[in-house]
């Protein structure tokens, strides 16, 4: 989250105290946009491990007690737990769908660069790699052939 913080608040600095002839601004947002999205990229598994492993209670046979596995002196049975597990699952929710779904919404919305039709695919793959839309998004695809798409 700081990272993430930094990168938007460097974005706004190299705007605020650059002058207008010394950069283009469109440049400016693909850059921290791509760095952004990689970072996102970067921590949805492990954020989403966590948040999984938060949510995963052994009961106990002997008094029907619950404890986190992950933790066992928090009780799953308490208040405390019932109120961080909203909390959890509201997260779990952003990181296991809101994300994935918006990169497929941003991948979709340049498939057609990403698979142009009637191009063999070393021509494909050339053109792919010199659109300036699609390098912000690049880490998302490189490793799929254009057919794919």
Not at 92 to 121: C, D, E
């Amino acid at each position: 989250m700081a990272l993430a913080l930094i990168i938007v608040l460097v974005f706004y600095l190299r705007v605020a105290f650059m002058p207008d002839t010394s950069f283009r601004r469109p440049d400016v947002e693909s850059e921290h946009s791509a760095a952004l999205l990689l970072l996102s990229f970067v921590v949805v598994p492990p954020c989403a491990m966590v948040q999984l492993q938060g949510m995963r209670c052994k009961t106990l046979p002997h008094d029907g007690s619950s404890f986190l596995v992950i933790d066992s002196r928090i009780d799953c049975l308490s208040d405390e737990y019932r109120e961080f597990l909203l909390f959890n699952v509201f997260f779990a929710v952003i990181y296991l769908f809101v994300l994935p779904m918006l990169w497929l919404y941003l991948l979709w919305n340049v498939r057609h660069l990403l698979n142009p039709p009637n191009l063999k695919m070393a021509t494909a793959l050339k053109n792919r790699a010199q659109e300036p839309e699609l390098s912000a998004l690049s880490f998302l695809f490189s490793d799929y052939r254009p057919s794919m798409w």
